[in-house]
């Protein structure tokens, strides 16, 4: 039992190592500017909130010590040594401070694995080269230090679970057979969602547990083979209403929350067709195979599985027009070593000045060109906390019916996202009322009026922009019109010359470095 001078000595300790792992995990160093200071502060107490609720206390103030001048936040932690303390002595007293010290510990796991866990689905039509390119990527995210975690194709599975009678006994009227063929569509859906989220939950595990090795992991990469949002392609849309009906939830939520990345591998039936084939990867010869495709129903499915993701927001095309097979492989891991800040992938990216177009008259040309599948749109905010932290808010535009994402994003000294993580949107707007607080009160202290606030830049930084995100042929265009409809920049990831892969009606200009 702890006496209790040690228990008086041990709540300032405990207050201190609270701050310290909560700074280290918002800023993987020790707090150096007034910004990243408050966001660890804001941390630190909220770690102290979850402290208390471990041992039953009653939750200590609410405003955040970054929001009270110096006084009063000496006060305030003179409150939360006082409650620290207290409950050091009631877990000691009831045997509980292993149980408090784990709670804790695996709350500082947590914070420092939040945005490095990546969830990327690599998906496309039948015979696309899924699994060999998986097998590339799996091998090359080891050798970059890298865990990494896999998900077979659920239908695929299910196929051989069923001995082969999955899709005869359920698609036996074809598939308008609606109600039968949903019923199939919901249990694969329901499968594919539990064994997805608990290798997300091992992948957050196991990179925690590992943080502190001699040789802590870069993060850690789920790769899917398929996502839910791929079942979509296979059901007509009266089907798949039925299946979100029977889940009780959208296309939005399942698209949005559940994946970081999707990388789209074009079936080799389109543009490839000498090597299109009914055999899988590792089935060849041993098993019956569940790809029954012909080329041009594989074509099909190809198209509407490339539109089912298509309001995805980190979308990546990799096609067969003008590579080889080796191309398409070695352009598959750039893509993803892109996605993971490798800098030697950056010329994958290709950024252009394009003739200004408005938001509207591009999503009017797209739907004009009998080239392009698909147009959708969306609004961005960006606020600027400080200049190594933002916040980005993502709604659809034009309509749209996706869901509104919040982010928080770290950025390197040139502004470039080098980490972000999801939010909800109480989180997010805590962030801004906890930065603007704080703001306020220096501005208050300096004497500043409420009139002067803008001027002494009381306000966060922010930009808007509307984004036009289209296919044209193998590749997915973003087009990005600023807020005063001055510029527009035109992203494309291509190995091909950026100009050489724009529709006509998008006059390129210059080359942005990226």
């Given at each position: 039992m702890w006496s209790a001078v040690a228990r008086r000595a041990a709540a300032p300790a405990f207050i201190g190592s609270l701050a310290s792992f909560t700074a280290y995990s918002y800023c993987e160093k020790p707090a150096r500017t007034k910004e990243q200071a408050e966001?660890?502060?804001?941390?630190?107490?909220?770690?102290?909130v979850v402290a208390a609720a471990v041992a039953g206390q009653k939750q200590p103030p609410q405003r955040t010590l970054s929001t009270l001048t110096k006084e009063?936040?000496?006060?305030?932690?003179?409150?939360?040594?006082?409650?620290?303390?207290?409950?050091?002595?009631?877990?000691?007293?009831t045997g509980g401070v292993g149980e408090l010290q784990q709670a804790l510990t695996k709350l500082?796991?947590?914070?420092?694995?939040?945005?490095?866990?990546?969830?990327?689905?690599i998906t496309g039509g039948p015979c696309a080269g899924k699994s060999t390119i998986m097998s590339d990527l799996v091998q090359m995210l080891k050798e970059r230090n890298?865990?990494?975690?896999?998900?077979?194709?659920?239908?695929?599975?299910?196929?051989?679970?069923?001995?082969?009678?999955?899709?005869?006994?359920?698609?036996?009227?074809?598939?308008?057979?609606?109600?039968?063929?949903?019923s199939l569509q919901t249990s694969l859906t329901r499968v594919q969602t539990v064994i997805e989220d608990s290798i997300v939950h091992m992948a957050h595990r196991s990179l925690s547990k590992r943080r502190k090795g001699p040789n802590p992991p870069e993060g850690a990469v789920v790769l899917l083979d398929r996502g839910v949002i791929d079942n979509v392609a296979y059901c007509t849309d009266e089907a798949w209403a039925m299946v979100l009906e029977d889940l009780g939830t959208t296309t939005a939520r399942l698209r949005d929350s559940r994946y970081d990345h999707v990388i789209h591998l074009v079936t080799a039936a389109n543009g490839a067709e000498q090597y299109y084939t009914l055999e899988q990867a590792g089935h060849e010869g041993s098993e019956e195979s569940a790809r029954s495709e012909t080329p041009e129903q594989a074509r099909l499915l190809d198209g509407r599985t490339l539109s089912a993701w298509q309001e995805t927001k980190s979308h990546f095309i990799v096609g067969n027009a003008g590579v080889t097979w080796p191309e398409k492989r070695q352009k598959a891991k750039a893509i993803l070593g892109m996605l993971l800040g490798d800098a030697s992938s950056g010329g994958l990216m290709q950024k252009l000045q394009c003739a200004y177009l408005p938001p509207e008259v591009i999503l009017?040309?797209?739907?004009?060109?009998?080239?392009?599948?698909?147009?959708?749109?969306?609004?961005?905010?960006?606020?600027?906390?400080?200049?190594?932290?933002?916040?980005?808010?993502?709604?659809?535009?034009?309509?749209?019916?996706?869901?509104?994402?919040?982010f928080h994003q770290d950025l390197d000294a040139d502004g470039h996202v080098v980490r972000q993580y999801a939010m909800d949107y109480w989180t997010y707007t805590q962030k801004l009322r906890t930065v603007l607080s704080s703001r306020s009160d220096a501005l208050a202290k300096a004497g500043v009026g409420d009139s002067d606030v803008a001027e002494w830049g009381g306000q966060l930084r922010e930009v808007r922009e509307d984004i036009v995100i289209f296919a044209f042929g193998d590749n997915r265009i973003r087009c990005r019109c600023s807020e005063d409809r001055s510029q527009l920049e035109v992203e494309v990831c291509s190995s091909l010359p950026a100009e050489q892969v724009l529709p006509p009606w998008l006059r390129h200009v210059k080359t942005t470095p990226v």
């Open positions: 966001e660890a502060a804001a941390a630190a107490t909220a770690a102290v009063q936040a000496d006060g305030q932690k003179q409150v939360l040594q006082a409650l620290l303390g207290q409950m050091i002595d009631d877990v000691d007293r500082e796991d947590e914070l420092w694995a939040r945005g490095r866990v990546h969830r990327v689905v890298y865990l990494v975690f896999t998900m077979p194709e659920v239908a695929t599975e299910m196929f051989k679970w069923s001995d082969g009678k999955m899709w005869d006994d359920f698609s036996a009227q074809g598939l308008d057979d609606d109600p039968v063929w949903a009017a040309e797209a739907a004009a060109d009998g080239e392009i599948p698909w147009a959708v749109s969306e609004h961005v905010k960006v606020t600027y906390l400080s200049e190594k932290s933002r916040l980005q808010k993502t709604s659809p535009g034009n309509g749209g019916a996706g869901a509104v994402l919040y």
